[in-house]
């Protein structure tokens, strides 16, 4: 049973950056896709960002382009998501979710995650 937790959230003013963490236990993260996901109050679940099992392709939200890079050090079983440039629309819980068999193209498709952190709440806020 793979397990993800999240940390590096928190409040960061408008113009900020935070550095979330995903850390896997249980099972090598060598075998799993990880993708970002977030949810803001009264908003669906959203993608946000994807990296491959050994890190070579990366996608993104294009509301996150140019500010968030997503990157993964499978040594420390470990995937990270450096946010920059916050806003008040990034405001959401963010969950990292592990996937065995999923390509770039489908990177958003939730159902093709099987496993979920718990989330960790980042506020956006002067």
């Known amino acids: 049973q793979l397990q993800l937790v999240e940390s590096g959230g928190g409040l960061v003013q408008p113009g900020g950056s935070l550095r979330l963490s995903c850390v896997a236990s249980g099972i090598s993260l060598d075998y799993y896709a990880i993708g970002w996901f977030r949810q803001a109050p009264g908003k669906e679940r959203e993608g946000v960002s994807y990296i491959s099992k050994t890190g070579t392709t990366t996608a993104y939200a294009e509301s996150v382009k140019g500010r968030f890079t997503i990157s993964r050090d499978n040594a420390k079983s470990t995937v990270y998501l450096q946010m920059n440039s916050l806003n008040s629309e990034d405001t959401a819980v963010y969950h990292c979710?592990?996937?065995?068999?999923?390509?770039?193209?489908?990177?958003?498709?939730?159902?093709?995650?099987?496993?979920w952190g718990q989330g960790i709440q980042v506020t956006v806020s002067s």
């Open positions: 979710a592990a996937a065995p068999w999923i390509t770039s193209l489908q990177w958003s498709s939730e159902n093709l995650y099987d496993y």
